[in-house]
């Protein structure tokens, strides 16, 4: 089942390209969270695990998917929807 994520936590708020921490929403108005390592170990299981809705278009969504950085370091991001921004990094921080 596929989850929508609707909040990030990242160590450092203001900066558009910090790590994200945790990413967490909604489900049945029950909250969740997942550390960064387990919602990766969950997109590499499952491709279609967690989803995003797209800002400039809401009814569609793109999947939460994993990079590896240049340094080898797993990372989640979103696929490319046309807009240069990580659409996770734009959520709002997760309580």
């Not at 049945?28 to 499952?46: C, F, H, L, M």
């Not at 995003?52 to 240049?70: A, E, F, G, L």
């Amino acid at each position: 089942m596929s989850r929508q994520v609707f909040c990030v936590n990242k160590k450092d708020r203001q900066n558009p390209h910090e790590r994200i921490l945790n990413i967490g929403g909604v489900v049945n108005g029950v909250a969740w969270k997942r550390s960064q390592p387990d919602a990766i170990t969950d997109v590499e299981r499952d491709s279609s695990a967690y989803y995003v809705r797209d800002r400039h278009n809401p009814p569609h969504s793109v999947w939460v998917i994993v990079r590896t950085s240049q340094w080898g370091n797993k990372y989640l991001t979103t696929e490319p929807d046309g807009d240069s921004q990580n659409n996770l990094l734009s959520l709002e921080e997760c309580r």
